[in-house]
């Protein structure tokens, strides 16, 4: 019988644009200020694990689309990736501006 490992190690990988609309629909949140590394730290305190890593991912806007927020993203990614053992991710948004129509089977 193998045993369990205690504490366990942990990776956390959060989604920025599905994390900011849960908070956004659960709590009523409109700006991402949440602190990822403070979020992935109590999710494994509560249940006894070791944080070694958190992994973020997020789309941006492009910068002619939506200048605004591109910046907002680009200096808070900036921020988060000089945390320790806080890796960041992200790319260009992207728009498809194409219709697309469903048939229905019989």
Known sequence: ????AFPKRTIAY???Q???HAVRETFGYTYPNYDILKLAESVCQLK?????????????????????WNHFWVAKLGKMGH??????????L?????IITSTRWN
Do not use: H
Request: aromatic share 14%; hydrophobic share 35%; no cysteine.
């Open 48 to 68: 006894n694990w070791q944080l070694i890593q958190t992994k973020f991912y997020t789309g941006i806007p492009d910068p002619k689309d939506d200048p605004a």
């Open 18 to 20: 599905n994390l900011f």
């Open 1 to 4: 019988m193998l045993r369990e």
């Open 14 to 16: 959060i989604d920025g």
């Open 83 to 92: 945390q320790k053992n806080v890796d960041v991710f992200s790319r260009l």
């Open 94 to 98: 992207r728009y498809r501006n194409k």
